[in-house]
């Protein structure tokens, strides 16, 4: 029977090379870390291609002891590190200037045009196909980054891509900017308050998560925020479709009947918004929404719930009105904890109070070209959600608790079934007060000056 021989001998012999488990091992507990040699690929790439690049490879040194593992010269280009999951651990540019020239080269150049002369792709389309690749195949930040240092050695000489500069800069091309479509509210976790204006502490005294006290440098990331999208601009990029003015005069053409309700333009709320020549949903480019509100678990293992905030075109056509082409994003919670909808919803309808007042302008369609830009405003129609999202936009009990109905007050009643209890309401006993507007304003009101729930 064969024996097996001397274990470690590649710390004896540099001819030896480390074994592939061992590298495993060593690259999982951060021990193995690349420096720069002449030898390895070196040897085996032709000449001219050391003119693109130089490839930094492991030397395989013969060491005492494992965790005495040579480390990273500083002209590597390639890193063996931990795998990361927090972008905080990226290494960031050196210094800002180095950060300007990215965002110069990103506001002037064109996201349409070739990676490079003759190039098959564009900008863009290589942009997409990276991140493609990496949430396809679940790429850690480790694995990502090698991944564009080995894209960069197949780009001709002298070419500079910026987002191929470095993982940062790829991300950066996704960041959200001073002039992005999205704007992230972090929340505080005692009382729910979103920081409004860059402040540092909460109205209650909490600090936020990110600061220059030691105690928010200590602090690690929210367990609450929530994203703001830019909802006109994304209606500017519906109105770029030629087919989408054509879609929203679906209204028109609708035939109408007396007492016969088929969609929602037969609804009485929709027809006041249409009454006279000079009605909001007249005007041909003017839009309404039906927004809808439900959350759910973000992880498998996890407690984490995220809640979209979405709005549906009601002048589009049935079959396209909830299509995800044609959707809007509103908003996204993310928490440990349900929405606050005073904090999520206060930013989210200034922006749509803008939207109905002031509007915005958008260029004609082909066929109209001759018209001056219109403008377009929108408004908040209808609302559709189950009966816990329901509680929440209303600020009423959940509706398994006393007064839980969002129609009427009726507390309702106990009963016991199977082997717990169960809340009813009985029908026929007494006429409950109903829910009503005006009712619910005053009871608002009521509460704020008495800082106690009222109508319940």
């Known amino acids: 029977m064969t024996t097996r021989g001397k274990y470690k001998r590649w710390k004896e012999d540099e001819s030896i090379k480390i074994p ?54 500083s002209g590597g280009t390639l890193q063996f590190k931990q795998d990361v999951d927090d972008e905080d651990n990226i290494i960031q540019p050196e210094d800002e ?16 045009a070739p990676l490079y002369d003759n190039a098959q792709v564009t900008i863009a389309e290589s942009i997409m196909l990276i991140m493609d690749h990496s949430l396809t195949y679940n790429c850690t930040y480790t694995s990502l980054s090698n991944m564009i240092d080995i894209i960069k050695l197949h780009l ?75 909802v006109a601009l994304q209606l500017k990029e519906f109105f770029e479709d030629p087919e989408f003015f054509t879609l929203l005069q679906h209204r028109f053409s609708v035939e109408r009947e007396k007492d016969v309700y088929k969609d929602i333009y037969d609804g009485e709320l929709y027809k006041k918004w249409c009454q006279g020549p000079d009605g909001f949903l007249t005007n041909p480019y003017n839009v309404s929404f039906t927004w809808h509100l439900d959350g759910g678990s973000a992880f ?18 049935p079959h396209l009105r909830f299509s995800k082409r044609y959707s809007v994003l509103f908003g996204l919670w993310f928490g440990s904890r349900k929405p606050c909808m005073p904090s999520f919803m206060k930013p989210i309808c200034r922006s749509l109070d803008n939207l109905y007042t002031t509007g915005i302008e958008i260029k004609p369609p082909e066929e109209n070209a001759s018209v001056s830009c219109p403008r377009i405003r929108a408004v908040l129609l209808v609302g559709t959600m189950d009966l816990l999202a329901m509680c929440l936009a209303k600020e ?31 029908c026929g006993e007494h006429d409950p007060v109903l829910r009503t507007k005006e009712r619910m304003w005053t009871q608002a009101q009521e509460s704020l000056q008495k800082q106690c729930p009222v109508g319940l």
């Not at 000449?47 to 010269?73: G, N, S």
Request: hydrophobic share 30%; with cysteine.
């Open 20 to 73: 592939k488990t061992t590298l495993h091992r060593m690259r999982a507990k951060k021990l193995c870390k690349p420096v720069e040699t002449t030898s390895g690929l070196d040897n085996v790439l032709p000449a001219d291609t050391a003119e693109i690049a130089h490839v930094p490879q492991i030397k395989h040194e013969a060491v005492t002891d494992e965790h005495d593992i040579p480390d990273a010269d």
């Open 97 to 112: 200037e180095k950060d300007e020239w990215y965002d110069q080269l990103t506001t002037s150049s064109d996201l349409n």
């Open 300 to 317: 498998k293992s996890s407690h984490m719930e995220v809640w979209p905030f979405q709005g549906f075109i009601n002048e589009l056509p």
């Open 396 to 426: 009423l009990v959940q509706f398994n608790g006393q007064c839980g109905c969002g129609i009427c007050e009726d507390p309702g009643t106990v009963v016991k079934r199977g082997k717990g209890h169960a809340r009813v309401y009985l």
């Open 156 to 230: 001709p000489v002298g070419i500079e891509v910026q987002h191929l500069q470095s993982l940062y800069f790829l991300k950066k091309a996704f960041c959200l900017g001073g002039d992005s479509d999205i704007k992230f509210h972090h929340v505080c976790e005692r009382c729910l308050s979103f920081f409004e204006n860059d402040m540092d502490t909460c109205k209650c005294g909490h600090p936020r998560y990110k600061g220059t006290t030691p105690e928010q440098l200590a602090r690690k990331r929210p367990r609450a925020f929530f994203l703001e999208l830019d």
